[in-house]
């Protein structure tokens, strides 16, 4: 059974830096296109970040691309989620979610084969 955890949240200032990690446990992690996608209260999950299994294709959504780097070690079995010039929009729970292919991950959550429990992220002023 393949499980996430996230790691690494927390309260931090508009315009600081905050690093999210997730591991994967019970399965072949290089089988995998990892996503980060975030829910602000009220709103739909929306995609964050993805990263092919490789780890040498990248994609980002428009609102954090020039902020935001997803990276992954498959010796480790962990993706991240570095963030900086946090903006308190940014303020979320943050999920990683697993992808079963060898493509680009997608964007949309329902491509999605498994999910972690979420981080909160909150972003002062």
């Known amino acids: 059974q393949v499980q996430l955890v996230e790691s690494g949240g927390g309260l931090v200032q508009a315009g600081g830096s905050l690093r999210v990690s997730c591991a994967l446990s019970?399965?072949?992690?290089?089988?995998?296109?990892m996503g980060w996608f975030r829910q602000a209260p009220g709103k739909e999950r929306e995609f964050v970040a993805g990263?092919?299994?490789?780890?040498?294709?990248?994609t980002y959504s428009d609102s954090v691309k020039g902020r935001f780097t997803i990276s992954r070690d498959n010796a480790k079995n962990t993706v991240a989620l570095q963030m900086s010039r946090l903006k308190l929009e940014d303020t979320a729970v943050y999920y990683c979610?697993?992808?079963?292919?060898?493509?680009?991950?997608?964007?949309?959550?329902?491509?999605?084969?498994?999910w972690g429990q979420g981080t909160q992220v909150t972003v002062s002023s």
């Open positions: 979610a697993a992808e079963r292919t060898v493509g680009s991950p997608t964007s949309a959550p329902a491509s999605y084969d498994y």
């Open positions: 019970g399965g072949m992690f290089s089988s995998y296109a």
């Open positions: 990263i092919n299994w490789s780890g040498r294709g990248t």
